[in-house]
């Protein structure tokens, strides 16, 4: 039995769900996502709450289960607050600038880096060596600070490069005299 599966998920005032043509839709302040039905799992709207239940009692809809409340969580949270990554550049000449709706990184190769902020993401750059990334999506959110690390992740030995905000980069020790 899934734990997570079994608790409703609140819907918060200001918020709006709706099932239409095999889709949930969110509607709130931040604005409108929706996830495709698993035809696995059984979904009710009720006074202010979504409930989850698996359709049979196979495997395979146990395992939907608590994923897809999980992901209705994620929509919930989204259209209310929305989400947020911080990357922290670390290396000499290393920086990142946003400009409009690209974000330009300079992390030392023979050119800038021009990264294409995709629609409903926003990208701050607080000061040389943080991204802030931040949308209503959790996805996308993940995706695009993931694309952004992987221009340069970090390496062991000096620790230099981008991680994530709150990433311990384990270091090695260098040869011994």
């Known amino acids: 039995m899934s734990r997570t599966g079994k608790k409703p998920v609140a819907v918060p005032a200001g918020v709006t769900a709706a099932i ?4 949930l839709s969110v509607k709130g302040p931040k604005g409108t996502l929706s996830l495709p039905l698993a035809d696995e799992v059984t979904y009710s709207i009720e006074e202010g709450s979504i409930a989850v239940k698996p359709a049979n009692d196979s495997k395979r809809a146990r395992a939907f ?3 897809q409340r999980t992901l209705i969580q994620n929509l919930i949270t989204g259209v209310t607050e929305g989400f947020s990554k911080k990357l922290l550049i670390t290396g000499v000449g290393y920086r990142a600038n946003a400009q409009g709706k690209t974000l330009k990184l300079q992390l030392g190769y023979s050119h ?5 902020v995709p629609e409903g993401i926003e990208i701050k750059t607080p000061d040389n060596t943080t991204v802030e990334i931040s949308g209503i999506d959790k996805q996308q959110v993940g995706q695009v600070a993931a694309e952004i690390r992987r221009w340069r992740k970090p390496e062991p030995y000096k620790g230099k490069g981008i ?8 270091r090695k020790e260098g040869k011994k005299k």
């Open 20 to 23: 239409a043509d095999g889709q």
């Open 65 to 67: 289960w608590g994923m």
């Open 112 to 116: 800038d880096v021009d990264f294409a």
């Open 163 to 170: 991680k994530y905000a709150g990433e311990f980069i384990f």
